[in-house]
């Protein structure tokens, strides 16, 4: 059901516009509106047996987080970055079943992930005394390193042979704008304000998620 993914767009870009001009009725809306119809998108277009159980439970429970993160940025970021992390581990179950074999390009991108993302977390964490924010270097670490593992395990589906290739390149592209977009948001709250950076925090994270689900249907519809 195509219609479904032209509504998710349509939805992502009344976020962009909702935040651009301050509108938050509007992103009351538009914001929950992507992940209902990708969530529909994927029930009608390849159902929720298997592994595809897994990135449902992922959708309703990045909706979760998204609600938390648009009542309250600040109140309910602990709350939702809980929501957050426990759709990355859903999505890391539905990319691994089964478990896949770890090979030769599988250890490449572990460590480019690995040390590309551990530069920019501990510019994070160093920042973190500073803001008051402190108690927050535990729950930091270990979202980084639950949605890094998640960024693996989508790109290690483009040497995965079971996989087609437009949905694993889809996947990985979908994860890695996922990943970019926490960095954006975690970079905008305690280290620096980014201009613009909540459109573009949201705004990746909004292709992150359709690209992320199109490869999963791409490839199991």
Known sequence: MIIFLIVAFVFAALE????QKNWFRLEVIAKPGVMIALFIWLFTSAGLSGALLWFGLGIFLSLVGDVLLMI???????FGLVAFLLAHVAYIVGFNIPIPAMDFFGIVFAVMIGL???????????RLPATGQGRMRLPIIVYSTVISVMLLSAMMKLTDISWNASAAALVSLGAFFFYLSDIILAWNKFVAPIQHGRIYNIGAYHLGQIALIAGVITQFS
């Open 16 to 19: 962009a516009l909702a935040l």
């Open 72 to 78: 309250s940025l600040d109140r309910f970021f602990l």
């Open 116 to 126: 590309g993302g551990a530069r920019v977390i501990r510019r994070i964490l160093d």
